[in-house]
């Protein structure tokens, strides 16, 4: 069995800045990408940011120039630096771990969430 689980939310002022966190953990052969996504009330769940093993991202254009993905792929960790935060970045933010399996293909795994709210 995988785990995922997110954690660095909270409440932060417009303009500030955070850092959430990722760890996969369990039965993990390889990790193919992981990425982050959020929710935000009446909204569907959106792409936020993705980086595969390779290192290779790609960012939503609502939060290029102001986000960061990396990853300590030693740790199976993924990481979302957030700068510049608006009101309108207030989710639930959600991690989602493609773990490959042999002979059984590529399997996403998710986290339970973390709220993020920008609010003065």
């Known amino acids: 069995q995988v785990q995922v689980v997110e954690s660095g939310g909270g409440l932060v002022q417009p303009g500030g800045s955070l850092r959430l966190s990722c760890a996969a953990s369990?039965?993990?052969?390889?990790?193919?990408?992981m990425g982050w996504y959020r929710q935000a009330p009446g909204k569907q769940r959106e792409l936020v940011a993705g980086i595969r093993s390779g290192g290779s991202a790609n960012y939503s254009d609502s939060v290029k120039g102001r986000f960061t993905i990396s990853r300590d792929n030693g740790k199976n960790t993924v990481y979302l630096q957030m700068s510049s935060l608006k009101p309108e970045d207030t989710a639930v933010y959600f991690c989602?771990?493609?773990?490959?399996?042999?002979?059984?293909?590529?399997?996403?795994?998710w986290g339970q969430g973390t709220q993020v709210t920008v609010s003065s």
């Open positions: 369990g039965s993990i052969f390889s990790i193919v990408a």
């Open positions: 989602k771990a493609r773990i490959w399996i042999p002979r059984g293909g590529d399997y996403d795994y």
